[in-house]
């Protein structure tokens, strides 16, 4: 997908980006290699809580064993 910058530096998103992030605000970050969009929440505590409700019903040692272990395969330590 590409968008089109007009001639006063705005970025047209398309309408399935807008309604698919229900947002009208994005955050701008600015990265070595590009831009990243990314939508400003309008309840970022409720996106939270709802994040939360799909991590799994372990304790948090257990929780935290599991991303090291996932971040260690990243990198590849493991």
Known sequence: MIA????????YLPKEIREKF????FYIVDLPY?????PKLRDPIKA??????KLP?????ELKR?????????????
């Open 4 to 11: 089109k910058i007009d001639d006063k530096g705005r970025i």
């Open 22 to 25: 229900n947002s009208k605000e």
């Open 34 to 38: 590009g831009i990243v969009l990314i």
């Open 48 to 53: 939270l809580e709802e994040e939360g409700k």
């Open 57 to 61: 019903n372990l304790d948090i040692k």
């Open 66 to 78: 599991i991303i090291r272990e996932e971040a260690e395969k990243e990198v590849g330590i493991r």
